[in-house]
T-cell receptor, first 116, second 112 residues
Framework: AQSVSQHNHHVILSEAASLELGCNYSYGGTVNLFWYVQYPGQHLQLLLKYFSGDPLVKGIKGFEAEFIKSKFSFNLRKPSVQWSDTAEYFCAVNALNNNAGNMLTFGGGTRLMVKP | KAGVTQTPRYLIKTRGQQVTLSCSPISGHRSVSWYQQTPGQGLQFLFEYFSETQRNKGNFPGRFSGRQFSNSRSEMNVSTLELGDSALYLC???????????FGQGTRLTVV
């Protein structure tokens, strides 16, 4: 069974600081990768996704992520955070086995607080 | 386009009772998945339905079940509720296999 690790549980940054959230997964086969964000009181929203091709993917609100296959990693980055980025961030993996279904394995989440 | 709709938003039930939660996916999406979110265990996959058939199942006891109707709407049922079943239950719909999931607001279940 696959697993996903997010190493930072809580991150506190000042506005304009750069952000990098780590995500590692364990699965030897082909995967689709996602980052979701959950703003306070809101539902989970997709930030960005990686299916194939260019390993550097760009998402909404200035976020990007890089897939490094050799490291089983999919780290999320943003050059300059804003107070409105305060939220919980989840990395998720869909292992593309023979079932070809939609079964996401989530990391434990990272709570980001951005100080104004 | 309307998003994923879950009803009810909040529920309070007593131990031993059963509960049914409902989910209406985004129009055209045939895959519906359910997740449980708790502070201790995080987000855990319950099951996925596609064309009225359960396609994937997570590691939950048989008290947790679900079904999907011909219009892709889905329900999940939890029987013999336990205190530990208190959680936010999230439904997600997807346009195709291996694609992104679009989540609803969730149903907050409290078991007392």
């Amino acid at each position: 069974a696959q697993s996903v690790s997010q190493h930072n549980h809580h991150v506190i940054l000042s506005e304009a600081a750069s952000l990098e959230l780590g995500c590692n997964y364990s699965y030897g086969g082909t995967v689709n990768l996602f980052w979701y964000v959950q703003y306070p009181g809101q539902h989970l929203q997709l930030l960005l996704k990686y299916f194939s091709g260019d390993p550097l993917v760009k998402g909404i609100k200035g976020f990007e992520a890089e897939f490094i296959k050799s490291k089983f990693s999919f780290n999320l980055r943003k050059p300059s955070v804003q107070w409105s980025d305060t939220a919980e961030y989840f990395c998720a993996v869909n292992a593309l086995n023979n079932n070809a279904g939609n079964m996401l394995t989530f990391g434990g989440g990272t709570r980001l607080m951005v100080k104004p | 386009k309307a998003g994923v709709t879950q009803t009810p938003r909040y529920l309070i039930k007593t131990r031993g009772q059963q509960v049914t939660l409902s989910c209406s996916p985004i129009s055209g999406h045939r895959s519906v998945s359910w997740y449980q979110q708790t502070p201790g265990q995080g987000l855990q996959f319950l099951f996925e339905y596609f064309s009225e058939t359960q396609r994937n199942k997570g590691n939950f006891p048989g008290r947790f079940s679900g079904r999907q109707f011909s219009n892709s709407r889905s329900e999940m049922n939890v029987s013999t509720l336990e205190l530990g079943d208190s959680a936010l239950y999230l439904c997600a719909s997807s346009p195709g296999p291996g694609t992104e999931a679009f989540f609803g607001q969730g149903t907050r279940l409290t078991v007392v």
